[in-house]
């Protein structure tokens, strides 16, 4: 093996690595448990927008503190889990050339 293909695995596993600490990080069980019952399949946001003009107004203070909590770990996870794969496709891609 040449050193820049082991350097390609070593960049690799360390993306790999940056996605597995994401899902750790924002994991969707730190989320309340009231949210996680109510959204069934749907995202947070998709949640948060089906009751925006029902309940919105109703919730009360931490609750709202909440789904923004939940809002933002859904967010993260989906950064923690594109932006590795983004660089991984680049890095095999340029790679190739």
């Known amino acids: 093996m040449k050193p820049t293909d082991i350097y390609l695995i070593i960049l690799i596993g360390f993306f790999l690595c940056i996605w597995g ?3 750790f990080l924002w994991r969707k ?8 019952k109510a959204k069934g399949n749907k995202s947070v946001r998709k949640y948060r927008e089906s009751i925006a003009g029902q309940k919105f107004g109703e ?3 931490i609750e709202k503190q909440q789904l923004i909590a939940a809002i933002t770990n859904e967010q ?6 594109a932006v ?3 660089f991984i496709i680049m890095f095999l891609i340029t790679g190739l050339e």
């Open 21 to 23: 600490v994401g899902e």
């Open 29 to 36: 069980s730190k989320d309340a448990g009231w949210i996680n």
């Open 59 to 61: 919730l009360s203070k």
């Open 76 to 81: 993260m996870r989906i950064v923690s889990r």
């Open 84 to 86: 590795p794969w983004f």
